[in-house]
């Protein structure tokens, strides 16, 4: 069972937002998730992002690959974490 950190969309038309999830690589988008790690919603001002950078490490210790939009997003919940 190989798995990944990905993002798979929900929302509306014109309106995008995403959980971050980890499921297995095989599955489809949108398909049934091993687990969700957050949300993700490019079009808000607040709060755009909101991620459980630990259990993403874990699942990173596991084995499981981000994908590089991903990664992007858990390297910003990383700078974000500390400040907060």
């Known amino acids: 069972m190989s798995l990944k950190i990905r993002l798979s969309r929900i ?6 937002i995403y ?3 980890v ?3 095989r599955s489809r988008r949108d398909g049934a998730p091993v687990e969700i790690l957050g ?3 490019p ?3 607040t709060t755009p992002l909101t991620l459980d950078v630990a259990r993403a ?3 990173m210790s596991k084995g499981a690959l981000a994908t590089d939009t991903a ?3 858990i390297k910003k919940a990383r ?3 500390p400040a907060a």
Request: hydrophobic share 35%; net charge positive; glycine share 8%.
């Open 39 to 41: 949300t993700y919603t």
């Open 79 to 81: 700078k974000a974490a």
């Open 23 to 25: 499921a297995e690589t």
């Open 11 to 16: 929302g509306a038309v014109h309106k995008p």
């Open 19 to 21: 959980h971050v999830v």
């Open 43 to 45: 079009q808000s001002k």
């Open 57 to 59: 490490d874990y699942w």
């Open 71 to 73: 990664k992007g997003l």
